[in-house]
T-cell receptor, first 110, second 117 residues
Framework: AQRVTQPEKLLSVFKGAPVELKCNYS??????LFWYVQYSRQRLQLLLR??SRESIKGFTADLNKGETSFHLKKPFAQEEDSAMYYC????????????FGGGTRLMVKP | ETGVTQSPTHLIKTRGQQVTLRCSSQ?????VSWYQQALGQGPQFIFQ???????GRGNFPPRFSGLQFPNYSSELNVNALELDDSALYLC????????????????FGSGTRLTVV
């Protein structure tokens, strides 16, 4: 069965430090992966799609099929990056279901 | 362009009661999905509606049911409420299943906080 794992519940870094939010998935097919972010008192919103290979707000994520990972990275964290981050796997053969990880809370300290 | 709106924002129900949650999809979106988010966990897929029919379902019992209307808005109904149904219920809209979701992802509402006592 498909599964998304985010091993860290909380990640705390200082402003300007590099950030890596880990995401591992298990899925036998070709994965479609996303990162969603939820800032304080705001709704869940799309941050990145692996298919577009884009960089949003300085964040990037590379799909590594060998390691079944889709880690989210940013070279220099900003205080406004503090939020809840969710990795999600899209399954087309199950009603286009998004399977979410448990989330990682990123705290960027001044 | 309007986003996804959900109502009500908060709700308190008694165990055994029934509840209906409502969602209006973002303009231009014809697919609506519902998710349950328990405290401290990621959202879990309940079901998806496309063209007024259920297009997929997660691991939820039949007492969770839904509807989609011609204007693409949707309802989530939960019968015989249990204490474990207490959660944030999220509605998400998107373009058609397939490329519409891959290319643009889902747009989420702010959710309805349901408390069952």
């Amino acid at each position: 069965a498909q599964r998304v794992t985010q091993p860290e519940k909380l990640l705390s870094v200082f402003k300007g430090a590099p950030v890596e939010l880990k995401c591992n998935y298990s899925y036998s097919g070709s994965p479609e992966l996303f990162w969603y972010v939820q800032y304080s008192r705001q709704r869940l919103q799309l941050l990145l799609r692996h298919i577009s290979r884009e960089s949003i707000k300085g964040f990037t994520a590379d799909l590594n099929k060998g390691e079944t990972s889709f880690h989210l990275k940013k070279p220099f964290a900003q205080e406004e990056d503090s939020a809840m981050y969710y990795c999600a796997l899209l399954l087309f053969n199950a009603g286009n279901m998004l399977t979410f990880g448990g989330g990682t809370r990123l705290m960027v300290k001044p | 362009e309007t986003g996804v709106t959900q109502s009500p924002t908060h709700l308190i129900k008694t165990r055994g009661q029934q509840v209906t949650l409502r969602c209006s999809s973002q303009s231009g979106h014809n697919t609506v999905s519902w998710y349950q988010q328990a405290l401290g966990q990621g959202p879990q897929f309940i079901f998806q509606y496309y063209r007024e029919e259920e297009n997929g379902r997660g691991n939820f019992p039949p007492r969770f049911s839904g509807l989609q209307f011609p204007n693409y808005s949707s309802e989530l109904n939960v019968n015989a409420l249990e204490l474990d149904d207490s959660a944030l219920y999220l509605c998400a809209s998107s373009g058609p299943p397939g490329q519409g979701i891959t290319n643009y992802g889902y747009t989420f509402g702010s959710g309805t906080r349901l408390t069952v006592v």
